[in-house]
């Protein structure tokens, strides 16, 4: 007689790993439980053991699946429509529910770096290695002047964008996403300014 039970949920694991960044994102590891999660994503708890054993192993498979479905774009353009085009990723993600989770995730791995860094280290370590390429490459074209730091470069677009967002009040929200391809502009500009960025004939 063959073994009768649950046949097995093929979206369990999407499924779960969705809700943990959502409820992740909302409460950050202090409020996040695996009884909130198996309600949030219509699982019982015992399954939730059965494929991942505890909520730190649980909360590190998700932040690494999801980290993986954002990827630089790494199309050719001078250097200002590269960076443009990777400074609106950035913010266009700071304005979704996940770019909370990766700010939180970045905060709390100075805290908990045993249970976030390495997830975010791969991360970051591959935005890295694109961005240096990026800016490395402009310089090799005569864009840059030679020995501009690439990590400048990069730390100033991003800073000045995360610091944006986090200082603009939610009741301005509004007015910044309905702006935000201007300032992602501006932004890119204000800092090329700063390291004699010279651009190339078709972009004059």
Do not use: C
Not at 32 to 61: C, H, M, P, Q, T
Not at 85 to 91: E, I, S, V, W
């Amino acid at each position: 007689m063959s073994g009768r039970g649950r046949p097995p949920d093929p979206d369990l694991e999407a499924r779960v790993h969705a809700a943990a960044l959502e409820l992740y994102g909302e409460v950050g590891w202090a409020g996040f439980s695996f009884d909130v999660l198996a309600r949030r994503a219509r699982v019982g708890k015992a399954a939730l053991y059965n494929r991942w054993g505890s909520k730190e192993k649980l909360i590190v498979d998700a932040l690494t699946a999801g980290l993986q479905q954002d990827p630089f774009d790494t199309q050719s353009g001078s250097l200002r429509t590269q960076l443009i085009r990777m400074a609106t990723g950035t913010l266009n993600g700071y304005l979704t529910p996940r770019g909370l989770v990766y700010l939180r995730a970045q905060v709390e791995a100075r805290v908990y770096p045993e249970l976030f860094g390495q997830a975010l280290e791969r991360f970051q370590r591959e935005r890295i290695k694109v961005g240096r390429a990026i800016v490395l490459d402009a310089i090799a074209r005569g864009e840059l002047p030679p020995g501009t730091s690439p990590a400048l470069v990069l730390d100033a677009v991003a800073g000045m964008l995360t610091n944006h967002f986090l200082s603009t009040p939610i009741s301005q929200m509004p007015a910044l996403i309905a702006r935000k391809d201007k300032y992602v502009e501006e932004t890119v500009d204000f800092v090329l300014s700063r390291v004699d960025y010279r651009a190339p004939e078709q972009d004059a």
